[in-house]
T-cell receptor, first 116, second 109 residues
Framework: GAVVSQHPSWVICKSGTSVKIECRSL??????MFWYRQFPKQSLMLMAT?????????EQGVEKDKFLINHASLTLSTLTVTSAHPEDSSFYIC????????????FGDGTRLSIL | GQNIDQPTEMTATEGAIVQINCTYQ??????LFWYQQHAGEAPTFLSY??LDGLEEKGRFSSFLSRSKGYSYLLLKELQMKDSASYLC??????????WGAGTKLIIKP
């Protein structure tokens, strides 16, 4: 149980392109989903927390107009990197938490984004 | 401030036992998680401790002492596939997860 699917796994695109990443909880309802970014050999950095049906809460230093998050249903959250530039190249990982705040987060497989 | 400390890197031998320590100082405590992350992959959940004591799950065990702000992950009968980073994360009073930087475990034959 507790499977989280993230799509796509890899994206390579030109600078200025907007990229959408999907995160789905397959066998549970995720009231809360999280978006992380991880640079090589560095720890996870939380970008934002999204709750179903409400606006995402962004961490300090993360531009909400740059990283658009939509959590439209209990099983789907999307992250759109708008007008991506080479410095946005990173490993983006989503996680989802089942009902109950003490539940563990279960991670998707991540999306490796490369902006040329 | 909130702080999670764990060693940056550890080396162990295949078949042996290794203990990865984690100390924390957080505003409140609602549990401690251990995750495994292989290079280039997303983390996978290993264990959750909220009460003091040892939780055993196969070759992996996790221990918690809330009074000492201390946890460890114990890996027995090490296998080459256990080479990975091990992340300690503490849930604070706001149910926010505070992540450690991870311990890179290198297993040698």
């Amino acid at each position: 149980g507790a499977v989280v699917s993230q799509h796509p796994s890899w994206v390579i695109c030109k600078s200025g392109t907007s990229v959408k990443i999907e995160c789905r909880s397959l066998d549970f309802q995720a009231t809360t989903m999280f978006w992380y970014r991880q640079f090589p050999k560095q720890s996870l950095m939380l970008m934002a927390t999204s709750n179903e049906g409400s606006k995402a809460t962004y961490e300090q230093g993360v531009e909400k107009d740059k990283f658009l998050i939509n959590h439209a249903s209990l099983t789907l959250s999307t992250l759109t990197v708008t007008s991506a530039h080479p410095e946005d190249s990173s490993f983006y990982i989503c996680s989802a938490r089942d009902r109950g705040e003490s539940q563990p987060q279960h991670f998707g497989d991540g999306t490796r984004l490369s902006i040329l | 401030g909130q702080n999670i400390d764990q060693p940056t890197e550890m080396t162990a031998t295949e078949g042996a036992i290794v203990q990865i320590n984690c100390t924390y100082q957080t505003s409140g405590f609602n549990g401690l998680f251990w995750y495994q992350q292989h290079a280039g992959e997303a983390p996978t959940f290993l264990s959750y401790n909220v009460l003091d004591g040892l939780e055993e799950k196969g070759r992996f065990s996790s221990f918690l002492s809330r009074s000492k702000g201390y946890s460890y992950l114990l890996l027995k009968e090490l296998q080459m596939k256990d080479s990975a980073s091990y992340l300690c994360a503490v849930m604070d009073s706001n149910y926010q997860l505070i992540w450690g930087a991870g311990t890179k475990l290198i297993i040698k034959p």
